[in-house]
Nanobody
Framework: QVQLVESGGGLVQAGGSLRLSCAASGRTFSAYGMGWFRQAPGKEREFVAAINWSGRSTDYADSVKGRFTISRDNAKNMMYLQMNSLKSEDAAVYFC???????????????????WGQGTQVTVSS
């Protein structure tokens, strides 16, 4: 059974940066695409970024495009989300997740991900 553990959240001033990490164990990490989602209080969980199994294909929500960068290191079973120019509206609990199907294209819906981490809180002060 695969397990995902996020880290790197915290409190940052608006305009600052954070790097989130997601450590995976228990499955062939390099065969599965992954994604980052976030959920703010009172809101639904929303897609942030996705990366395919090889790391060669990525995509982002319009709200973070140009500010966030998703990456992965298959040798280390790690995925990352570099977040720059943070805004107050970026504050949320951030979750990493892995898709259901190996070697698939990018996935954007939370329903297409079957394993989730516990989340890491990102707070942005203005």
């Amino acid at each position: 059974q695969v397990q995902l553990v996020e880290s790197g959240g915290g409190l940052v001033q608006a305009g600052g940066s954070l790097r989130l990490s997601c450590a995976a164990s228990g499955r062939t990490f390099s065969a599965y695409g992954m994604g980052w989602f976030r959920q703010a209080p009172g809101k639904e969980r929303e897609f942030v970024a996705a990366i395919n199994w090889s790391g060669r294909s990525t995509d982002y929500a319009d709200s973070v495009k140009g500010r966030f960068t998703i990456s992965r290191d298959n040798a280390k079973n790690m995925m990352y989300l570099q977040m720059n120019s943070l805004k107050s509206e970026d504050a949320a609990v951030y979750f990493c997740a892995t898709v259901r199907v190996a070697y698939s294209d990018l996935r954007y819906s939370s329903g297409e991900y079957n394993v989730w981490g516990q989340g890491t809180q990102v707070t942005v002060s203005s």
